[in-house]
């Protein structure tokens, strides 16, 4: 395999190519890791009381449907978003998992998932004290 950068000053925005001869596992492997950390890097309109901000994907814990809108956890604060959980899904990069009906989760931020055979298990997330529960219908993701 080779991998080449070319510099072309006319060029709008960045752009990535990958050629090969045929579409085989190690060349989707490669495209994945690529796209996931290009959209780490992407940002999200998040709101807290009155302000807006904007977040990396990077910083998200999990969301987490609340009473009426869907909460967005860091690890030292929580926001709202306009976007409900199955808009989410469709949106975010392939390192978020939905985990329960309420719960998508950052999978590049958990330390650790504490099982439990008869209800629901527990993911602890990195550098942080906060955690979330996976429901049993979707803990065959991390088995």
């Known amino acids: 395999m080779k991998i080449r950068i070319e510099i072309d000053d006319g060029l709008v925005e960045d752009e990535i190519i990958l ?10 492997v490669i495209q994945k890791k690529i796209a996931d950390l290009v959209n780490s890097r992407m940002q999200m309109e998040v709101s807290k009381g009155d302000m807006n901000y904007f977040i990396t994907l990077d910083e998200i814990l999990f969301f987490e449907t609340a009473t009426s809108y869907v909460a967005v956890h ?11 959980l199955y808009e989410l899904e469709d949106l975010l990069p392939g390192s978020f998992l939905r985990v329960s009906k309420s719960s998508i989760v950052n999978t590049a931020k958990i330390r650790a998932i504490h099982k439990n055979i008869t209800g629901a298990s527990e993911i602890e997330f990195l550098k942080c004290a906060k955690t979330v529960f996976v429901s049993r219908n979707y803990f065959k993701i991390f088995t």
């Open 19 to 28: 050629r090969c001869k045929s579409l085989n596992d190690e060349t989707v």
């Open 74 to 84: 860091t690890t030292n604060a929580i926001y709202e978003t306009k976007h409900k």
